[in-house]
T-cell receptor, first 115, second 109 residues
């Protein structure tokens, strides 16, 4: 693989179910991020990780959890999905915690529908 | 918190120039980014400004005024493939990005 990948591409989920969105990067980037994108609201940060073993809360963390066991993987878990979590989810990564001109690279996204 | 404003939509003719403005109010500033996002795809990086002034990269240029909390993205010699959303994003003092809602640019023949 090259770059950053996400799985699944899309998912329809019943409310109350648990769901894990997967994200893997092979660029050896220190920092990784999860965003949700909703019409009219733009991208909003859910959780982030500046380096393996550490995570932090973004703007909209409620209902979501993350882990960062190694450099490459950064899964996002919805413990009990609700319809308001219907969105497109993007994973991103950047080098050196995004300092300097180091831009974030985005995965292709996961379209999640919670019914 | 962050407050980032950009127009919702803009329309321009192929071959023309379009300027997308972005104003921001942030707690801490560590750079401003512009991303392009085609419908159904991931955002891709266009430009980065951290000092005042103009950064030129081919047909695209980006300007920053930190004292005014203002940036613009200039797209020259518009092509049909430039039809996309353009996202303004500010990196705060904790090195996290906050995004504006995006500006959808439609290029007409």
């Amino acid at each position: 693989i090259a770059g950053i990948t996400q799985a699944p591409t899309s998912q329809i989920l019943a409310a109350g179910r648990r769901m894990t969105l997967r994200c893997t990067q092979d660029m050896r980037h220190n920092a990784m991020y999860w965003y949700r994108q909703d019409l009219g609201l733009g991208l909003r940060l859910i959780h982030y990780s500046n380096t393996a073993g550490t995570t932090g809360k973004g703007e909209v963390p409620d209902g979501y959890s993350v882990s960062r066991a190694n450099t490459d993987d950064f899964p996002l878990t919805l413990a009990s999905a609700v319809p308001s979590q219907t969105s497109v989810y993007f994973c991103a990564s950047s080098d050196s915690s995004g300092t300097g001109g180091n831009e974030q690279f985005f995965g292709p996204g996961t379209r999640l529908t919670v019914l | 918190g962050q407050n980032i404003d950009q127009p919702t939509e803009m329309t321009a003719t192929e071959g023309a120039i379009v300027q997308i403005n972005c104003t921001y109010q942030t707690s801490g500033f560590n750079g401003l980014f512009w991303y392009q996002q085609h419908a159904g795809e991931a955002p891709t990086f266009l430009s980065y400004n951290v000092l005042d002034g103009l950064e030129e990269k081919g047909r695209f240029s980006s300007f920053l005024s930190r004292s005014k909390g203002y940036s613009y993205l200039l797209l020259k010699e518009l092509q049909m493939k430039d039809s996309a959303s353009y996202l303004c994003a500010v990196r705060d003092g904790d090195y996290k990005l906050s995004f504006g809602a995006g500006t959808t640019v439609t290029v007409r023949a």
